[in-house]
């Protein structure tokens, strides 16, 4: 298994503002993937970030909003553009076929 | 009023007793299965797997089970300690490599183990 780190793991921040989630894993992956987790829901997949390529984006979700990155084989970055309040949100990765999760983004917009 | 999807399916048992959480999915070419278990502030863990070419797996305590024809998956566990109570999930994959593993979560169910 994986052994995925995630920075920062919460922050509150202001409406109108970005903030940039960081992913870690310990060993090299192909595809990582980011996922949303509104308050007391279930989990919504944004994108699917393979590196030396663009990120792959799930309906109702676009690069604008949701700006990905995946430099090398080990990180990724995913960017909530221009917050509102409704992207109030944990934001997860994972990686792995069986997709390992990390711990998660505790995102709270004011 | 009342807010959509705000409410969690509950299991509640009595430490010792079995349970069993069911999941019902959605789209009959999935070929890949996966429970998970999230802990309060954490990410959701790994507990055990299933393709769709089997009908039963068996773990430590867990054992999934595959209905293709109703499109239901269930999973047991066995001697419920208090550590288990989390929310548990399901989640369907279309098959295997690639895109293929793009999954698709299902509500969840909250499990609450009564010591």
């Known amino acids: 298994s994986a052994v995925i780190s995630q920075k920062p793991s919460r922050d509150i921040c202001q409406r109108g503002t970005s903030l940039t989630i960081q992913c870690q894993v310990d060993?090299?992956?192909?595809?990582m993937f980011w996922y949303r987790q509104q308050p007391g829901q279930s989990l919504t997949l944004i994108a699917t970030?393979?590196?030396?390529?663009?990120?792959?984006?799930e309906s109702g979700f676009v690069i604008d909003k949701f700006p990905i990155s995946r430099p090398n084989l080990t990180f990724s970055t995913l960017t909530v553009s221009n917050m509102s309040p409704e992207d109030s949100s944990i934001y997860l990765c994972s990686v792995g076929g069986t997709q390992y999760f990390g711990p998660g983004t505790r995102l709270l917009v004011l | 009023g009342e807010s959509v999807g705000l409410h969690l399916p509950t299991l509640s048992v009595q430490e010792g007793d079995n349970s069993i959480i069911n999941c019902a999915y959605s789209n009959s070419a999935s070929d890949y299965f996966i429970w998970y278990k999230q802990e309060s502030g954490k990410g959701p863990q790994f507990i055990i797997d299933i393709r769709s070419n089997m009908d039963k797996r068996q773990g430590q305590r867990v054992t999934v089970l595959l209905n293709k024809t109703v499109k239901h998956l269930s999973l047991q566990i066995a001697a419920t300690q208090p550590g288990d109570s989390a929310v548990y999930f399901c989640?369907?994959?279309?098959?295997?490599?690639?895109?293929?593993?793009?999954?698709?979560f299902g509500k969840g169910t909250l499990l609450t183990v009564n010591p």
């Open positions: 970030a393979n590196q030396g390529s663009e990120a792959t984006y």
């Open positions: 989640a369907e994959a279309p098959g295997s490599g690639g895109s293929n593993y793009k999954l698709t």
């Open positions: 060993s090299q992956v192909t595809m």
